[in-house]
């Protein structure tokens, strides 16, 4: 089983900007695509972005599009998340996951908290 962990997150005046960060460890071998959901208070998680291991392909939320950039560096097995020009309704606890390149056992991380003030 493979956990993540997350850092990054924050408190931020609206267009600034945070780089949210996720560890993987123990069968990062067995890691294939890496990406990031949210949730807001009272609403459900939603997708963020992802990437794929070779880092190839790449998918936004349209919600997210032109202002967030995925990235990853297999090396030091971690996923990034650098936000920009961030909006209050960015506010949300970002988590982490990681799915297999075998299997359908999907991974998350403990979630890092983010707070876009006005």
């Known amino acids: 089983q493979v956990q993540l962990v997350e850092s990054g997150g924050g408190l931020v005046q609206a267009g600034g900007s945070l780089r949210l960060s996720c560890i993987a460890s123990?069968?990062?071998?067995?890691?294939?695509?890496m990406g990031w959901f949210r949730q807001a208070p009272g609403k459900e998680r939603e997708f963020a972005a992802s990437?794929?291991?070779?880092?190839?392909?790449?998918y936004y939320s349209d919600s997210v599009k032109g202002r967030f950039t995925i990235s990853r560096d297999n090396v030091k097995n971690t996923v990034y998340l650098q936000m920009n020009s961030l909006k209050p309704e960015d506010t949300a606890t970002y988590y982490c996951y990681a799915d297999p390149r075998l299997g359908a056992q999907r991974s998350w991380g403990q979630g890092t908290q983010v707070t876009v003030a006005l």
């Open positions: 123990g069968g990062t071998y067995r890691i294939g695509d």
């Open positions: 990437i794929s291991r070779s880092g190839s392909d790449i």
